[in-house]
Each structure stands twice: as structure tokens, then as C-alpha cells.
């Protein structure tokens, strides 16, 4: 699919990995759209203040993007929170409503926004000689296949992206609407922004090539390459320059 003109919802798109994948669809010529819950420092598209957690919040901001762009045909969800913490720490058991955040924003968000845009996109015009109407990402991470000591929520929750990623994209087939998701690595985003050097250093020499985090552009460039290889679907590719990481 080509992105020029296209419609192209973005959650978490104020920050991040979502800010760099609104540019680089900007740049496209996508019509743009970020879903976030406080609004972007620069210029990227229309915003639309958004709850992915809530249904009413979605189909507000959905209305919206709908009205001013029409429905739309890409929607990558990038919104999500960490969650660090361990199951049984000096302070006692984690407490059931931190498993349950995480797991309610990275798994029921992403879930929420797909089976709501999927119902709008399912009906509009084919796309093309294979008929495409639409495609979804979703950000996994590596921590779904190599969790660490203190990452067994946020783990829980990219694994979801993952498995959902291949069922979703099975059933999705007969309205030509693709699923796939990006499982980076450590990313060089506001969320890592308070390590300081040394631990930042650390983690860069455990990246076997390049040595370094992934740039939030790298994730970018990916989503755009999915968007236009109506080959890929039902894919999860990882984004970790090698990487492999360690229990802690």
C-alpha cells in the first residue's frame, strides 16, 4: 500500500516511537493522525486526545479522525506503558493492579483501537491488484521472547502482541486487511531518557551490532516498509541489532 493520502492513525503518537513514525508518514504524505493522551510538542498531524483504554474515548477520537481524513487504512498502536517490578520483592507481592495497568494499557489498548478501526476499515474500497483495504502494527518487544528479572508484567503484555499477531492477520485476510508487529529492542526514547550514562553505556555494549539503542526512526522505517510489502503480514520482526538479553 502506498502511503500518499492514505489515512494513518497513531497511538502514542505525542512521543517516542509513535512522534517518529508520525513524521516519517508525515514525510509520505500521509494524512496523519496521533491518538495520545496529552498533546505533541511539534506539528505532526491531527491530534486527538485519547484513552486507548476506554471505549468511548476511541470512538470519540475515531469520529474525529474520521471526519477530518476519512477512515482509515494504517493504524499503528504504539502506545503502552513498562511496568517494572518483580512478583515478590522486600516490599511483598506485586500488587494485582500493576500486573493489571500494564496489561489493561499494552494489550486491552491495542486490542480496543484494532477492533475499532478494523470495522471502519473492513468497508472501504480495495486497494490495488491484491485488493488491500488496510493494515495494522502493533509494538511488541524483545522482552515477550527474553523477559528480565523485574519485567514479568511488561513481558506478559508484549507476548500478547505477539501471539495475537498471527490469529489476528488469519481472520483479518478476507476484508485484505494485514496485521503485523515490531518487537524492538531498547530504544533511544523519552521512556530511557533518565539512565544515566554509565548504565547507558552498560546496556549499548550487550547490542552486538550496532552497538547502540535503536533509534526511533529504525522503528519508523520498518512500520513504512510493512506498509508498502503487502507480502508481509502476520509477521512479528524483531528490531534488536542482534540482541539477545540476559536475565538481568
Same mark, same amino acid.
Given at each position: 500500500?502506498?502511503?500518499?493520502?492514505? +489515512?494513518? @492513525?497513531?497511538?502514542?503518537?505525542? #512521543?517516542?516511537? !509513535?512522534?517518529?513514525?508520525? &513524521?516519517?508518514? +508525515?514525510?509520505?504524505?500521509?494524512?496523519?493522525?496521533?491518538?495520545?493522551?496529552?498533546?505533541?510538542?511539534?506539528?505532526?498531524?491531527?491530534?486527538?486526545?485519547?484513552?486507548?483504554?476506554?471505549?468511548? +474515548?476511541?470512538?470519540?477520537?475515531? =469520529?474525529?479522525?474520521?471526519?477530518?481524513?476519512?477512515?482509515?487504512?494504517?493504524?499503528?498502536?504504539?502506545?503502552?506503558?513498562? $511496568?517494572?517490578?518483580?512478583?515478590?520483592?522486600?516490599? $511483598?507481592?506485586?500488587?494485582? =493492579?500493576?500486573?493489571?495497568?500494564?496489561?489493561?494499557?499494552?494489550?486491552?489498548?491495542?486490542?480496543?483501537?484494532?477492533? *475499532?478501526?478494523?470495522?471502519?476499515?473492513?468497508?472501504?474500497?480495495?486497494?490495488?491488484?491484491? #485488493?488491500? &483495504?488496510?493494515?495494522?502494527?502493533?509494538?511488541? #518487544?524483545?522482552?515477550?521472547?527474553?523477559?528480565? @528479572?523485574?519485567?514479568?508484567?511488561?513481558?506478559? #503484555?508484549?507476548? %500478547?502482541?505477539? /501471539?495475537?499477531?498471527?490469529?489476528?492477520?488469519?481472520?483479518? %485476510?478476507?476484508?485484505?486487511?494485514?496485521?503485523?508487529?515490531?518487537?524492538?529492542?531498547?530504544?533511544?526514547?523519552?521512556?530511557?531518557? !533518565?539512565?544515566?550514562?554509565?548504565? &547507558?553505556? /552498560?546496556?549499548? %555494549?550487550?547490542?552486538?551490532?550496532?552497538?547502540?539503542?535503536?533509534?526511533?526512526?529504525?522503528?519508523?522505517?520498518?512500520?513504512?516498509?510493512? @506498509?508498502?510489502?503487502?507480502? @508481509?503480514?502476520?509477521?512479528?520482526?524483531? *528490531?534488536? $541489532?542482534?540482541? &539477545?538479553? +540476559?536475565?538481568?
Amino acid at each position: 500500500m502506498q502511503t500518499k493520502d492514505i +489515512s494513518a @492513525i497513531i497511538t502514542g503518537g505525542a #512521543s517516542g516511537l !509513535g512522534a517518529a513514525t508520525a &513524521r516519517a508518514l +508525515s514525510k509520505a504524505g500521509a494524512k496523519v493522525v496521533l491518538f495520545d493522551r496529552q498533546a505533541p510538542k511539534e506539528a505532526m498531524g491531527l491530534f486527538c486526545e485519547c484513552d486507548v483504554t476506554s471505549e468511548s +474515548s476511541v470512538k470519540a477520537a475515531m =469520529d474525529k479522525a474520521t471526519k477530518a481524513h476519512g477512515a482509515a487504512r494504517i493504524v499503528i498502536n504504539c502506545a503502552g506503558v513498562l $511496568g517494572a517490578g518483580r512478583i515478590l520483592s522486600r516490599e $511483598g507481592p506485586m500488587k494485582l =493492579d500493576t500486573f493489571e495497568q500494564v496489561l489493561r494499557v499494552n494489550v486491552g489498548g491495542t486490542f480496543n483501537v484494532m477492533r *475499532l478501526a478494523t470495522e471502519a476499515m473492513s468497508t472501504l474500497e480495495p486497494l490495488g491488484d491484491s #485488493s488491500e &483495504r488496510g493494515i495494522i502494527i502493533n509494538t511488541a #518487544s524483545i522482552a515477550a521472547y527474553e523477559g528480565q @528479572i523485574g519485567q514479568v508484567a511488561y513481558a506478559a #503484555s508484549k507476548g %500478547a502482541i505477539v /501471539s495475537l499477531t498471527l490469529p489476528a492477520a488469519r481472520e483479518l %485476510a478476507k476484508f485484505g486487511i494485514r496485521v503485523n508487529a515490531i518487537a524492538p529492542g531498547p530504544v533511544d526514547t523519552p521512556m530511557v531518557a !533518565g539512565m544515566t550514562p554509565e548504565v &547507558r553505556e /552498560s546496556l549499548e %555494549a550487550t547490542v552486538p551490532f550496532p552497538p547502540r539503542l535503536i533509534k526511533p526512526e529504525e522503528f519508523a522505517a520498518l512500520a513504512l516498509h510493512m @506498509i508498502e510489502n503487502v507480502a @508481509i503480514n502476520g509477521e512479528v520482526v524483531r *528490531l534488536d $541489532g542482534a540482541l &539477545r538479553m +540476559s536475565p538481568k
